[in-house]
Every structure is written in C-alpha cells, then in structure tokens.
C-alpha cells in the first residue's frame, strides 16, 4: 500500500488541518471534527447539517458554503459521526429557523443523528433519510436501502431552498421530494483501502466487477467477469430506470467515479449512459460527471438519476459555492 499519509491513526484529523488551510470559505472545529461555513448564514433561515464516515469525499464537507450544507461533521473513515459532533454541528449554525439533519441509510448514522436531534435543546430540529440504492433492499450495515449518490442531489437541492427562506417545513417537503424521486446503483472494479487497516476492504479478483456494490464495498447484487463499458453501462442504467418513479419530467444525471477511476473512464462511461437513456425515451436536464460521492480509491462508477419537476430543476439551478459544486455566483 503507499498513501499520502503520515499517522496512520490520524487521517481524518490531518486531512481536517488541510481542508482549512486549503478552504478560505470553511472554517473547522477540530475538537468535534465538524466542517463549518466561514461566513455563517443570515439569522432566520434554515441550517442544514449531514455528515458520515470519511473517506467519501468531496461528500460532505466538501459541500459546505452557500446554497448548501451549513456544517458536516466527519466520522473516523467509514464510521459514523458520534452524537455530539453532530450535536455541536447542530448547535453551531442554528440560526432561529430550524435545523435540517440529511442522513443517509445506514444504522450508525441513523442513530447517531437521531440521538443528536433529541439532545438539541431548543433548536427545532428536522431529519430527511437517503435511502437511494437499488442494488439491493437490505445491506452489511443497514435496514433498507442504502444511501448513496442522492446525497449530492439533495444537500443540493434542501440547500437552495434554505437560501430562500423557505420555512423548516417546506425545505423539509422539498428534501423529501428528492428523496423520493432519486434513485442510484454502482459497479466496483477494485476495492478501496482504509488507511489505517493497510488492506483493501474487500477482495476481487483482477478479472471480476462487483455490480450494484455499496460505498463502503459492502457486497452488491452479484459478481461476474469484467465487461466492456456498453455493458457496465446496461448495468446501472436498467435497474435504476426500472425502479425510478414513471412520468414525463426530465432527469437530472450523475456519473460519479468512485475515487480510482480517471476522468477519461468517466466521461467514456457517461457517453455510453447517455445512449441508453436516450433510446429509453428518457430526456436529461442536466449532468455532473466526477467525483463527488466516493469510497476511498476504488475503482467503479455510480448513477444517480433524479426525476425532475420545474421546482427541483428551479432549486438545481440557484447558485452554489462550495468547494465542491459552484455555480450562478
């Protein structure tokens, strides 16, 4: 293994001391691990706060600043934020209106945010769950299914709508909305490495793909030879359209790499979605491709389609300035 680390036992830490200095629009509190906007929003409006293991980035924190997240507290590497992070994260940027909690679907996460939200005197406090991931219903680490690149799309989308104004209750309806009409699914060429463990987290063959696998390689729907990209691209675009709520909006695409595919592959991979989509009737508003939702260095690639109204596609277009998404500012 060679990593661009010094403590093994002290990643997140390190990479928190670099985001700072790299970031004029974020500042860190260290102690708690939480990544905050620089220049705090207006009093009166609502706060968003999400978070999760690290190892995933640009999520969450790369997300942080306008039409955004207003704070995102970062686990140990693929493990769940504790109560009090996200209780100082919630503390922290309530500005009066409420604050919005983004969790996705995992059981740690799940029951750490909600603890948070209980011991969160006198701030009114809101939760919305990602449970995007069609590969399969129930995984390792959850109840249902797991949340994943719809993360993106809803901090996006919830972010927008808090820079509005929009009251606690309607940033929560639209979050929901989101939640409700995104749907992803992933293939895995390679596994990720934790860097304190030094190993892959799971082992595959030089010639074999996990398809449908989770972000933390938890084990997807079935493993089979590596295939060219026509046919990965089958992979994720028919189960998704399968499962992703019928009528006639457009979809707003995300290829997402998983951190060890090149933008080249990328781009190659969305050439080939983009195909199927078309022949599938399915119009496409607007597209990322990168990566935005990752799982340390694997190799592989996600989907994420969102079934967008004028609202949402209104709400996708707002500015945005964050170190990972910027845009209309």
């Known amino acids: 293994m060679k990593k661009l680390i010094g403590d093994p036992g002290a990643v997140v830490a390190d990479a928190l001391v670099g985001i700072e200095a790299a970031l004029?629009?974020?500042?860190?509190?260290?102690?708690n691990r939480v990544v905050l906007r620089a220049t705090p929003k207006d009093e009166g409006k609502v706060a968003l706060v999400s978070g999760g293991g690290s190892g995933h980035e640009p999520l969450h924190?790369?997300?942080?600043?306008?039409g955004m997240l207003d704070a995102a507290c970062a686990g140990e590497v693929f493990t769940s934020p504790t109560p009090d992070q996200v209780?100082?994260?919630?503390?922290a940027v309530d500005r009066g209106a409420g604050v919005l909690h983004i969790v996705k679907n995992y059981t740690g996460d799940v029951m750490n945010f909600e603890m948070a939200a209980e011991l969160a005197e006198g701030a009114s406090v809101a939760s919305v769950l990602v449970h995007d991931d069609v590969a399969v219903e129930d995984s390792t680490y959850t109840a249902g299914r797991r949340g994943v690149g719809l993360?993106?799309?809803?901090e996006?989308?919830?972010?927008?709508?808090?820079?509005?104004?929009?009251?606690?209750d309607e940033v929560v309806r639209v979050a929901e909305k989101v939640s409700a009409q995104g749907r992803s699914m992933g293939v895995a060429l390679t596994s990720g490495t934790v860097p304190a463990a030094g190993r892959p987290t799971f082992d595959l063959p030089d010639d074999e793909m996990e398809v449908g696998v989770g972000i933390h390689g938890e084990p997807g729907r079935h493993r089979e030879k590596l295939a060219p990209a026509p046919r990965i691209a089958e992979m994720l675009v028919e189960p998704v359209l399968a499962d992703l709520?019928?009528?006639?909006?457009?979809?707003?695409a995300m290829?997402?790499?998983?951190?060890?595919?090149?933008?080249?592959e990328l781009y190659l991979m969305y050439g080939e979605v983009a195909k199927l989509l078309e022949k599938a009737g399915v119009s496409v508003a607007r597209t990322l491709v990168g990566n935005y939702i990752t799982s340390l260095d694997m190799a592989g690639c996600s989907l994420t389609l969102l079934r967008a109204d004028d609202e949402l596609l209104?709400?996708?277009?707002?500015p945005v300035e964050t170190p990972g998404l910027r845009w209309g500012r």
């Open 151 to 154: 993360t993106v799309f809803l």
């Open 255 to 264: 290829l997402n790499g998983m951190g060890g595919s090149p933008l080249l």
């Open 61 to 66: 924190g790369g997300f942080v600043g306008f």
């Open 156 to 168: 996006k989308i919830a972010g927008a709508a808090a820079e509005e104004g929009r009251p606690l």
């Open 314 to 318: 209104r709400l996708w277009d707002a």
């Open 24 to 31: 004029p629009q974020v500042r860190v509190d260290h102690e």
């Open 245 to 252: 709520p019928s009528g006639g909006e457009p979809v707003i």
């Open 87 to 91: 209780l100082a994260a919630t503390t």
